[in-house]
């Protein structure tokens, strides 16, 4: 069992930046597959980013490639999703998730999600 606490969520303004953390728990965190994913209002959940266990694996969504960076830190059970370059359509409410297996882009292959941080970019 994995419990996720995503935070680091806020309001900022357009070409600002933030760094979401998901600090997990369980003695098993380096062996999973990590992902973010974001909800805006009134649309579907999408896939941002993902890393795989080692952390030397990672994969970015078009709309957000060279703007966001996925990282983990194993010793400190925690994924990192720094956010460059703000702009307003990437506000969302941002989940963190774990997957036991190569994860991916669909959510319906993670295993455990956290409970979201908000994140509000103002034009």
């Known amino acids: 069992q994995v419990q996720l606490v995503e935070s680091g969520g806020g309001l900022v303004q357009a070409g600002g930046s933030l760094r979401l953390s998901c600090a997990a728990s369980?003695?098993?965190?380096?062996?999973?597959?990590m992902g973010w994913f974001r909800q805006a209002p009134g649309k579907e959940r999408d896939f941002v980013a993902r890393i795989n266990w080692i952390g030397g694996s990672t994969y970015y969504a078009d709309s957000v490639k060279g703007r966001f960076t996925i990282s983990r830190d194993n010793a400190k059970n925690t994924v990192y999703l720094q956010l460059n370059s703000l702009k307003s359509e990437d506000t969302a409410v941002y989940y963190c998730?774990?997957?036991?297996?190569?994860?991916?882009?669909?959510?319906?292959?993670?295993?455990?999600w956290g409970q979201g941080t908000q994140v509000t970019v103002s034009s």
């Open positions: 369980g003695r098993t965190f380096s062996s999973y597959t």
């Open positions: 998730a774990a997957s036991r297996s190569w994860g991916g882009t669909i959510g319906r292959n993670y295993d455990y």
